[in-house]
């Protein structure tokens, strides 16, 4: 399914870097373990070869990198981001999600191949800087332009497994409110709101599958239906089926609102999650994003079924959506991984940004401090764990044998300075989160600080008036987003949440 076997005939990038490269001397995180020991990492052509402590000899490298000052980590793996979003930051800012959704459909209604490329370039850019070397780009826009984004991907050199978002169910039947009920002000019946056609939107992921999937053993097609509630019970299952013929990832959103929330399930079962059960979804292949409304027995299917849930803790908090359960995810061994969403929801790119809050978020509602999220327990949501959502069977921590991804971080700033625990001060105190050095598969894209593999300064400078032209081309469909604000703030307003947004769960009392 992943995207570590390389397309039949197709021969990998070739990218100027040593075959093989010492990282010599650094604090290098055994995840497993939760230990930071001193050692070299030797990285020999795609692949570490050696993890070793000092003292102990290793073959010589084409390039030693002193690194005796620094944190080396694995590669973070951001599970679950949307790279249209790097050209719209602001667009629908300050409203919850239902409203804000309309506004972020207009910005992204028809965009070009060039506007995809050059956003998903900048995505990678702000993702690679900070440490990342994959990502999950569940990407809206037209399915005929996502070719675009694995093109921008791949120049960088980065991991990217890429969902087109897709659903083919109109805008009122989406949010749980009958069309007869919505105000004509909203304009809901407007022709730029009819769905897409199924069959097209299957058949051309089907094609960016075959064209893209697993090329440069760095490149892979995931299935995206947008979320449940938007998509037909024969999309779902189409979905689930071309999944199993093709071995195929699946990504989702699932339960992210307090107004999603408050959406009734399709007749005969009880709730969305067992709707997806019921179309035959529920496998390791998937993904779901937030599951913030999550019940118990939600959980314990998800749980069965091997799908792994992505905590976006910032978006869920910037769209006022919710605080998700992650104590509940672990308690059910649910697999969990982490994500940023896109950056207009979800900040930035930095993968450290959410480790940090998906580390305090919960505390206020756990009373037992054994039980509180770590730096290590983060750090495994932002690596190892999101490696398993991609598929990523040999990545997400730095042994032998593992593919070389891994991200060197400088500790020669002020909140490094008093020699405490490295990781910690990087998760809990640190300001600067831009990386030093970031390997992929043995090449360095980020050397000193420096994304090597594309001119930087160049993309940075086409952004602005792009965005610009593209506000202006898509006025119309603003308009449209206008029209809908109000109704769907109120929508979203009066949704019941069906819990508390966080339960408080006392210490038990030790006999």
């Known amino acids: 399914m992943g995207p570590d076997t390389a397309e039949p005939g197709r021969e990998a990038n070739e990218r100027p870097s040593p075959s093989r490269v010492l990282f010599k001397g650094g604090f290098v995180a055994d995840t497993q373990a939760r230990l930071l020991v001193r050692a070299d990492v030797l990285v020999e052509d795609e692949r570490i070869v050696q993890v070793v402590g000092e003292g102990v000899s290793v073959p010589e490298a084409e390039r030693v990198l002193d690194v005796r000052d620094c944190l080396v980590l694995p590669g973070f793996v951001n599970a679950h981001t949307h790279s249209y979003a790097t050209l719209s930051r602001h667009v629908g800012n300050g409203l919850p999600l239902e409203p804000w959704m309309v506004h972020t459909w207009a910005n992204t209604n028809g965009r070009t191949a060039e506007e995809t490329k050059l956003s998903a370039l900048l995505t990678a850019l702000e993702a690679v800087k900070t440490g990342t070397t994959a990502l999950l780009d569940h990407l809206g826009g037209d399915v005929m332009t996502t070719s675009a984004a694995l093109e921008a991907f791949d120049e960088l050199g980065i991991r990217a497994s890429v969902a087109p978002m897709i659903s083919d169910l109109a805008l009122p039947d989406t949010v749980g409110v009958p069309a007869d009920q919505w105000p004509a002000a909203a304009r809901a019946n407007s022709p730029a709101f009819l769905p897409a056609n199924a069959d097209d939107l299957l058949a051309r992921t089907e094609e960016l599958h075959r064209t893209w999937h697993g090329r440069n053993g760095r490149m892979a097609v995931f299935l995206g239906p947008s979320a449940p509630q938007r998509c037909s019970t024969g999309l779902l299952e189409r979905c689930a089926e071309l999944a199993e013929k093709l071995d195929m990832g699946v990504h989702t959103h699932l339960l992210e609102s307090r107004a999603q929330a408050a959406i009734p399930p399709p007749p005969g079962a009880r709730s969305w999650v067992d709707h997806l059960k019921s179309v035959g979804l529920l496998s390791p292949r998937l993904s779901v994003a937030h599951g913030v409304w999550l019940d118990g027995d939600d959980i314990a299917d998800l749980a069965e079924s091997g799908v ?204």
């Open 308 to 511: 792994t849930i992505v905590h976006n803790p910032q978006s869920n908090l910037q769209l006022g959506s919710g605080i998700a359960e992650l104590e509940q995810w672990r308690s059910h061994n649910v697999p969990a991984a982490l994500g940023t969403d896109g950056v207009n929801c979800g900040g930035s790119m930095d993968m450290l940004s959410s480790m940090r809050l998906a580390a305090i978020l919960h505390r206020p509602g756990q009373a037992d401090p054994a039980k509180w999220e770590s730096a290590w327990s983060v750090l495994e949501l932002a690596t190892r764990a999101g490696a398993q959502a991609l598929a990523l069977a040999d990545v997400g921590t730095l042994h032998a044998g593992m593919k070389a991804d891994l991200s060197v971080f400088d500790l020669r700033t002020s909140a490094f300075a008093t020699h405490e625990d490295p990781l910690a001060s990087l998760v809990f105190s640190s300001y600067d989160h831009r990386a030093r050095w970031v390997m992929v598969g043995g090449h360095l894209i980020v050397d000193d600080g420096i994304v090597a593999t594309v001119d930087e300064d160049a993309i940075v400078a086409e952004a602005a008036e792009m965005h610009r032209h593209l506000l202006r081309r898509n006025d119309k469909y603003a308009e449209l987003a206008r029209a809908q604000q109000t109704f769907l703030t109120r929508v979203s307003a009066e949704a019941t949440p069906p819990r508390e947004i966080m339960a408080f769960r006392r210490q038990s009392r030790q006999p």
